[in-house]
């Protein structure tokens, strides 16, 4: 695995998406946290606006921001990277030359989480020269901030496993980036209307109509929407499952149980890959 993985990081050096991908990355945290030094500048200029007066920007309400896009970033990159090697031949003279089908498979996992890991430290680096100096230091404590480092690094293996199961079982490069950018689009959107449901408040409050045509308040009603119990507790679970949920709770910095998110994560990537690696073995790749 050794020559593979030398082989894949030399053409990875030269490939002018990995560059494209990092530059974006670099130029989004830089961005991410100069707007926050200007939102701080408009607040604290128009003192009419409420709250204006006690608005202090943070930089860690931008630092974590990578986790809602570095998904579908590596869905393209590993995607197109890995589809590649399927319509230039890579892989049918890898396995010609000697090279194992799972040396091949895990090759192409590592190098791609490695690019990926690369364009997540790019966004992180580049945020925190900026916002720094602009913003000032973190204010959550210590372990918040490691525990969601570190989460989020097992979250995008878990992107990445997923990508490569798709991209190194797929021999078509156009179809295995339509699935992989298609599914982590669904993702987002199945996780947006779980964060929505689980966020529902438990009761409403209901209004009606006077005789003076004034609008009054009347007793909270309970919400339908609320969820509870058993239901409750299924729409967290999967909550905490996908990757998609976890990146948006990386990104508020809104989790209680990082060691559960972790092992969620390292469950659904261990299951990927290894179900990618043995259909990998039988694939025909004549």
């Not at 593979?4 to 946290?33: D, E, I, M, P, Q």
């Not at 009603?221 to 967290?236: F, I, S, W």
């Not at 999967?238 to 990757?243: A, F, R, S």
Request: proline residues 3%.
């Amino acid at each position: 695995m050794t020559k593979l993985l030398s082989a894949n990081f030399l053409r990875l050096r030269k490939t002018t998406l990995l560059w494209a991908a990092l530059g974006v990355c670099v130029g989004l945290g830089a961005l991410a946290a100069f707007g926050e030094f200007r939102v701080q500048l408009s607040m604290t200029s128009d003192m009419s606006t409420p709250g204006a007066a006690q608005y202090k920007s943070l930089l860690e309400g931008r630092f974590f921001e990578y986790a809602a896009f570095i998904g579908i970033l590596a869905a393209a990159f590993i995607s197109l990277f890995l589809g590649t090697e399927y319509s230039d031949g890579a892989i049918r003279n890898k396995v010609a030359v000697g090279h194992s089908r799972l040396s091949i498979y895990f090759a192409g996992l590592i190098t791609g989480f490695a690019a990926s890991l690369l364009c997540m430290a790019g966004y992180m680096l580049s945020c925190l020269a900026v916002g720094a100096p602009l913003l000032g230091w973190f204010t959550k404590p210590a372990s918040l901030l490691l525990w969601a480092i570190f989460g989020s690094v097992v979250m995008l293996a878990t992107f990445c496993a997923i990508f490569t199961f798709v991209a190194m079982n797929c021999s078509r490069k156009a179809t295995s980036v339509v699935i992989c950018l298609l599914g982590v689009f669904v993702l987002l959107i199945v996780t947006v209307v779980i964060d929505g449901r689980l966020n529902a408040p438990e009761f409403i409050q209901g209004y009606e109509m006077s005789f003076n045509g004034q609008v009054v308040n009347t007793v909270p009603e309970p919400n339908p929407r609320y969820l509870r119990g058993t239901e409750r507790a299924v729409y967290q679970f999967l909550y905490d499952l996908l990757p998609t949920g976890q990146s948006l709770q990386y990104t508020m910095l809104n989790f209680t149980e990082p060691g559960k998110l972790i092992g969620l994560s390292g469950l659904v990537c261990a299951v990927f890959t290894g179900a990618g690696a043995a259909l990998f073995r039988r694939k025909d790749l004549k």
